[in-house]
């Protein structure tokens, strides 16, 4: 009998308890991006990107600081100084391994960096943008005003302001009232942003991102790392939506117009808002490999046992003698 079958199982068994071992390695991490599914801004008067009626959700313009911008939240003649935040969507629904890291991707367009205007005391060399956390009971909320005023496809749906959000009067309009809400529920854990920049001094503020953005980033993509607070705030949506949204914390109130950064990206040219979550890849328990190892072994010990053995050594290994 030949005895290649018996090697080739004694193979397959050493296989099975050592190749465990060699899978006993450090954790590693998968890179996913995620594209922004709505992205956008609002001013803390009800304005939004979203009524001017031309963005689409996919192309919403995030820009981001302290601009001129219509105290009645759509287009009108008498533009005033007030800050905006931006905000974007994403669909963490794919993400059911721990998120260990996490950047956002964010495209900073030429011309897009306002600093109040060179050679001023206003033109800062850097505008620091930050990423707040959203209270998460209040997310179904933001997404539902999200929604709301995504919807808006003329600027003949927002024909008037709105004095106070929280107690719409009969001449406020229900869409500007419901983009000042959101406004004020966006990233509240960077305090009132408004009219001044974001000031993460006061007791209870921060930030779980930040970046320094600076005329030499236009054209190019900007990467905003997560600290551990912002990978642990990801983490809880991890399976679910999130929201994050942003401000800046070094406009010059007063002073010169526009302050603010990632103007114009309501083009279709402009790669869009891009989250790249980081997850790590958990291998099975030490135990369950030292257990098939053990098991491949006692596999190898009992084939071994089992074949017959000749002074030539297993049956069928030796050479046949002629009588």
């Known amino acids: 009998m030949n005895g290649w079958p018996t090697r080739f199982l004694m193979l397959v068994a050493m296989a099975v308890a050592i190749v465990p071992t060699a899978l ?19 001013t803390e008067a009800g304005g939004t990107d979203k009524f001017d009626g031309l963005a689409s959700p996919a192309t919403g313009n995030y820009s981001v600081g302290y601009e001129l911008a219509c105290p009645s939240g759509g287009l009108c003649g008498a533009f005033v100084p007030m800050q905006r935040k931006n905000y974007f969507v994403f669909d963490l629904s794919s993400i059911s391994a721990p998120i260990v890291g996490a950047s956002l991707e964010l495209f900073a367009p030429p011309g897009s960096y306002e600093s109040g205007g060179p050679g001023t005391a206003d033109d800062d060399p ?14 179904p909320a933001v997404l539902g ?3 709301a005023i995504g919807a808006v496809s003329s600027t003949a749906e927002v024909d008037s302001g709105c004095a106070d959000p929280l107690s ?24 009132a942003v408004g009219p001044g920049p974001a000031d993460l001094s006061a007791p209870g503020t921060f930030a779980i991102a930040s970046k320094d953005v600076t005329k030499a980033d236009e054209g190019s993509v900007v990467s905003i790392t997560f600290d551990a607070g912002g990978v642990a705030y990801l983490d809880s949506f991890a399976g679910g939506i999130v929201v994050l949204s942003g401000a800046l914390t ?18 279709t040219t402009v790669p869009p808002p891009t989250l790249i979550v980081e997850t790590a890849v958990i291998p099975l328990p030490a135990g369950v490999w030292l257990l098939v190892s ?3 072994l006692l596999l190898a010990s009992r084939i071994q046992a089992t074949v017959p053995q000749t002074a030539d050594g297993p049956a069928g290994t030796g050479s046949r003698q002629g009588g």
């Open 24 to 42: 006993l390695l450090p954790e590693r991490a998968w890179s996913v991006s995620l594209v922004a599914t709505d992205s956008g801004f609002v």
């Open 126 to 139: 850097f505008e620091t943008y930050v990423i707040g956390a959203t209270d998460p009971a209040a997310v």
């Open 145 to 147: 005003s999200i929604s």
């Open 168 to 191: 719409p009067g009969p001449g406020d309009d229900p869409l500007v009232c419901e983009a000042a809400l959101l406004y004020g529920m966006l990233a509240d854990s960077l305090g």
């Open 250 to 267: 070094t406009s010059d109130v007063p002073g010169l117009l526009p302050q603010s950064i990632f103007g114009f990206t309501d083009v």
């Open 294 to 296: 053990a098991m491949g």
